[in-house]
């Protein structure tokens, strides 16, 4: 994404997550790498409240930070794209750009094997939600927040058909393609899409410190 392109759909509110004191830049760091194994009873959790919550909590006072970005143009989320929330940011006065600010889990449905799963194998994380995209639909090439700031993870519960497609100055363009029931890094700190074809893509996406993700030294360009 061009610096035009960048004002132009209100990134310029997130500027303030592209330079950080948590981590290695994105320089340093791979697009993507495995992590570990996801187990059965985190994936049936996550498919059983897609099925229970059919709304959407991007743009909505739930999910103040999504406000700050143009959803339509700079993404594309729309057309039956959608994200549930899994963490919330719920206490007052604080900053709701924040992404470490969106740690209480949500009480209207039960998470207990997702949330003990999370603390367990990555500690404290942030910002937990479920994507959903529909068949043949595609999240427009953007960048997100820098690995010193905050890192990102993915669970496949249902990836197959998709590409998750990575462009940066150092490996070129790649591209990830995930098996289900797996845990990966993504450096979504450089430029990246998501390219879904003929089944419905469901992951689950969070925050974490650098240096809580296992094995992190892995990730190392070297």
């Keep these: 994404m061009s610096e035009k392109e960048f004002k132009e759909y209100g990134f310029t509110k997130a500027r303030v997550r592209a330079k950080g004191t948590r981590g290695p830049t994105r320089h340093k760091l791979t697009s993507f ?5 996801v187990p ?6 996550i498919e059983r409240i897609i099925k229970d919550i059919q ?3 991007l743009g909505t006072d739930n999910y103040q930070i999504s406000n700050s970005y143009d959803l339509c143009n700079a993404f594309n989320a ?6 549930i929330l899994l963490q919330r940011c ?5 900053d709701v750009n924040e992404e470490t600010n969106y740690n209480d889990w949500r009480d209207d449905t039960d998470v207990s ?3 003990k799963y999370l603390e367990d194998n990555f500690g404290e994380v942030y910002r937990a939600r479920i994507s959903v995209m529909p068949p043949g639909h595609e999240l427009f090439w953007h960048i997100d ?3 010193s700031v905050l890192c990102r993870m993915q669970l496949a519960i249902r990836a197959e058909g998709s590409e998750f497609q990575f462009r940066n100055r150092i490996e070129g363009e790649r591209s990830l393609v995930m098996e289900n029931g797996n845990a990966y890094f993504v450096n979504t700190g450089w430029s990246h899409r998501v390219v879904n074809k003929d089944n419905w893509r469901v992951v689950l996406i969070f925050g974490i410190e650098y240096n809580n993700i296992p094995n992190k030294e892995q990730l190392h360009i070297s």
């Design 33 to 37: 790498k495995h992590i570990t194994k």
């Design 40 to 45: 059965k009873q985190v994936m049936s959790e």
């Design 55 to 57: 709304t959407d909590d």
């Design 78 to 83: 729309m057309g039956g794209y959608r994200q």
């Design 90 to 94: 719920t206490e007052e006065g604080v």
């Design 113 to 115: 094997v997702i949330k």
């Design 145 to 147: 927040t820098d690995t």
